[in-house]
């Protein structure tokens, strides 16, 4: 997003709201300094600033909106695997045929066991054809999806690795992973061996007196170091006691965690490309007008815009562009969400 000061937006007397074109041309005096100029367009590709116009076409405020309901994350899956007393690599953890029982109670803790059999809710990816159970939860708002790794079909016939491929076709695939572990030696991170797995929510139970309390330790792989800022902080030396504060600490670290991952480098490029074919989407349907309409005529029918010729390109939100006339500009989307309404505004 990006964040325009509002000292640089020109404001008038007795009027509610910043006018449209006011806050565009704040805007690209913003865009235009060598500092911001690399925020927006990082990759380097032609675009001129010039040539960004207010789209002011009412029916395209739905379409903006459900573009941002498609953007939005309403659902999570994150994998759990059991760690017994001396298991530290993730080949014994795949092929664990069960959890203990203490394991079984931690899933509780997480959410409901389901069958997913006839399962019309969010999978995560599993297969509700196929049968078999699962655990699932909703927290503010959010549909979890827990692919238990004890819960996925168990290969009898491996490969010469003992690579269980049903499992980790699921797990491996999952940014934020949780291992409940039994065991006191340390785990490296390292030795989950997939392109996916960043964050490690490594859950520890011990005993106290006849009760089971948990501590709790974070891991991350290179890339998503500010995932390791993500709140709630753990604070040491804390063991935590089964129940619904536990699983509200957890989930809201996972959460998070995966959160600031997937703004990691590694992440970004599938995220582009997602939001590049909503926006080409959305330039079919506004494309740029060909024909010119003169300053005094726009204001006869109420606004002040100027719409100039040229060839369409990908809007940025509610924002069109247009392509300088004597470059072969490339495609380039800006994100401008914060604000958007802001820019359907009508013109005094």
């Not at 503010?140 to 269980?164: G, N, R, W």
Request: hydrophobic share 35%; charged share 25%; with cysteine.
């Amino acid at each position: 997003p990006v964040e325009i000061p509002a000292g640089m937006v020109k404001l008038h007397k007795k009027e509610r709201y910043t006018r449209s074109q006011d806050l565009l041309n704040a805007l690209k005096k913003f865009m235009n300094t060598t500092a911001n100029r690399k925020l927006w367009n990082p990759s380097g590709e032609k675009f001129s600033i010039k040539n960004l116009y207010v789209l002011r076409d009412p029916s395209s405020h739905a379409c903006f909106a459900d573009l941002e309901d498609k953007l939005k994350i309403t659902s999570y899956k994150f994998g759990v695997l059991y760690a017994g007393p001396n298991q530290q690599d993730e080949t014994s953890m795949y092929n664990n045929a069960a959890g203990s029982e203490g394991f079984e109670e931690f899933l509780g803790i997480l959410g409901r066991k389901m069958s997913l059999d006839g399962w019309q809710g969010y999978s995560g990816g599993l297969e509700p054809k196929q049968g078999g159970v699962s655990v699932f939860t909703e927290f503010c708002e959010l549909q979890i999806m827990f692919h238990v790794c004890t819960y996925l079909p168990l290969m009898k016939k491996t490969d010469s690795l003992a690579q269980q491929w049903d499992r980790k076709r699921h797990i491996g695939n999952d940014i934020a992973i949780i291992v409940y572990y039994e065991g006191d030696a340390p785990i490296d991170p390292a030795t989950f061996e997939s392109q996916f797995n960043h964050v490690f929510a490594i859950v520890h139970p011990q005993k106290k007196g006849n009760q089971t309390v948990y501590t709790l330790h974070m891991a991350y792989k290179e890339g998503v170091e500010k995932a390791a800022d993500s709140r709630p902080p753990i604070p040491r030396d804390v063991a935590f006691e089964p129940g619904p504060y536990f699983r509200e600490y957890l989930l809201t670290k996972l959460i998070n965690a995966e959160r600031c991952s997937i703004m990691a480098a590694r992440f970004q490029a599938a995220a582009q490309r997602v939001r590049g074919q909503l926006f080409q989407e959305l330039q079919v349907l506004f494309p740029k007008k060909k024909e010119s309409i003169k300053l005094s005529a726009r204001r006869k029918r109420g606004t002040s815009a100027v719409v100039k010729k040229g060839k369409p390109m990908p809007s940025a939100d509610h924002l069109d562009a247009e392509p300088d006339e004597a470059a072969d500009t490339d495609s380039c989307y800006l994100d401008l969400n914060k604000y958007a309404s802001l820019l359907h505004g009508k013109d005094g």
